[in-house]
């Protein structure tokens, strides 16, 4: 595991009704040492095999608490953190609508993530505004990083994998270093 990243195992209620779990509960996060205000909510829907990311804000960075809601995912965070030891290194958790873990990115960290079943749907809480002018990222296939997306496992091929234009075409982390290389 990666410092500063926090794998969160919310207590669940449950009983002939359903279930229930606080998902956010400030008193809670702070029993992680994660002391950080949340502006903004993301929600999102992705058919099998749909492949975001790996992003980031160069400036107005984003601390991120990702849970899914419904589905399954992959979740990787590459460190950009420039004086951190692990910077470079990746990192990669299965979260799903059944194990319901969440996972808590502090900023400096690029983000992205594989759907591994149909119609996943994911919610994270951020602590900055999304900022269009400073939205950056790392293209997912990087050499260097050599990330494992576990593609075979999940019964997925490379060419199949749907991503957009704006991720095909995202640079590189050694690009990202000879720029300067800074998230602020």
């Known amino acids: 595991?990666?410092?500063?990243?926090?794998?969160?195992?919310p207590k669940i209620y449950s009983d002939e009704r359903g279930f229930f779990y606080e998902f956010f509960n400030k008193?809670?996060?702070?029993?992680?040492?994660?002391d950080e205000e949340f502006v903004q909510g993301n929600h999102s829907k992705s058919s099998f095999g749909v492949l975001r990311g790996l992003h980031f804000q160069k400036q107005q960075a984003q601390s991120k608490l990702i849970r899914v809601l419904k589905g399954e995912i992959l979740d990787v965070v590459v460190d950009l953190?420039?004086?951190?030891k692990t910077f470079g290194k990746y990192f990669k958790i299965v979260l799903s609508e059944s194990?319901?873990?969440?996972l808590f990115i502090p900023k400096g960290f690029a983000h992205g993530f594989l759907t591994l079943q149909d119609d996943t749907e994911i919610e994270y809480?951020?602590?900055d505004f999304y900022a269009p002018d400073f939205d950056s990222g790392i293209i997912w296939n990087d050499k260097e990083l050599n990330i494992d997306w576990d593609l075979e496992k999940y019964g997925l091929k490379k060419e199949s994998l749907i991503i957009s234009e704006k991720?095909?075409?995202q640079g590189t982390l050694k690009e990202f270093?000879?720029?300067g290389g800074e998230i602020n």
């Open 1 to 9: 595991m990666i410092k500063g990243l926090v794998i969160i195992e």
């Open 27 to 34: 008193q809670q996060l702070l029993k992680y040492r994660i």
């Open 81 to 84: 953190r420039k004086d951190s």
């Open 99 to 102: 194990n319901r873990k969440m």
């Open 125 to 127: 809480l951020c602590t």
């Open 167 to 169: 991720d095909r075409n």
């Open 177 to 179: 270093v000879e720029k």
